[in-house]
């Protein structure tokens, strides 16, 4: 109760979870070796669109060790970030009963975009639901960004020679461009959500979402992160929230957020779901 009278979102470091299995990945790095590591190679040079290219390439040990610098220190990185996390079904009766100590408790409606508005440099992703620990490679990452930026590029730099030197014979090559971009920004994606957001096919009913801010802490500490008061759309509380703390929600409810429909959840008749109303 303290955190919505405050206007504040907990934020959590990954090792405070509940889940044992949060973020038990293998990240690869580096530039991988064709010998010793096949595999990671020929996914190295599919995300770069070259697939089959002879690792004696001038042109593939060039941009490999271009690209190595674009990597991203992902084991750092996940150090650095807290998480908050919401669950997207108002109604899940799981939920209720995990988190809401069985409807005694409340459920907070959030408009998410305002929430990610309030922080700039935060991320909000789904949680992919999986049956065995992810392996990543950040090397696959950085080739995929610079594959993102380069299509970018190409697109930008034909538009213009389109549009001031009259090249349409040119045009056809946009679809193409924007295709490859598509699909290197789909395995960025991809990476990410593995990366910050993996846990076990058996969490699926919780159907999580997660909002990622970085920490100014060095430590594992918990943050804190404000968000504006027209951020939460309603409030639901369980029907078997003792009478004294109802009133307590209630009367912060009119003080901090007047206005913001207070709504009830209820176990219907005959059937196993809820009513809000």
Request: glycine share 6%; charged share 25%; aromatic share 12%.
């Amino acid at each position: 109760m303290t955190n919505l009278a405050d206007g504040v979102l907990y934020c959590q470091h990954y090792s405070a979870y509940n889940d044992p299995f949060e973020f038990w990945t293998d990240i690869y790095e580096g530039v991988p070796d064709a010998l010793r590591e096949p595999e990671r190679f020929a996914a190295a040079l599919r995300a770069w669109g070259m697939e089959g290219c002879s690792p004696q390439d001038e042109d593939v040990i060039a941009y490999f060790n271009e690209c190595k610098d674009y990597q991203p220190p992902f084991q750092e990185m996940r150090n650095e970030v807290r998480i908050a996390c919401f669950g997207s079904q108002r109604e899940n009766l799981l939920m209720w009963s995990h988190y809401a100590d069985g409807l005694r408790g409340f459920c907070i409606v959030f408009d998410e975009d305002l929430i990610t508005k309030a922080e700039p440099e935060g991320y909000v992703l789904d949680v992919a639901y999986i049956d065995a620990p992810p392996t990543l490679d950040s090397f696959v990452y950085a080739i995929a960004r610079d594959q993102d930026w380069y299509h970018q590029m190409a697109v930008e730099e034909t538009e213009t020679r389109i549009q001031h030197l009259g090249k349409t014979d040119e045009m056809s090559w946009i679809p193409l461009y924007e295709q490859a971009g598509a699909e290197a920004l789909r395995q960025m994606k991809e990476i990410w959500q593995l990366v910050f957001a993996a846990k076990p096919a058996e969490w699926k009913y919780e159907g999580e979402r997660r909002l990622l801010v970085q920490s100014p802490q060095s430590d594992t500490k918990p943050i804190l992160r404000p968000y504006p008061r027209g951020a939460i759309k309603e409030l639901i509380l369980g029907e078997r929230m003792e009478e004294h703390y109802r009133v307590q929600i209630l009367t912060l409810m009119k003080k901090h957020y007047p206005g913001v429909p207070v709504k009830t959840a209820r176990r219907a008749k005959g059937i196993y779901t809820l009513i809000i109303d």
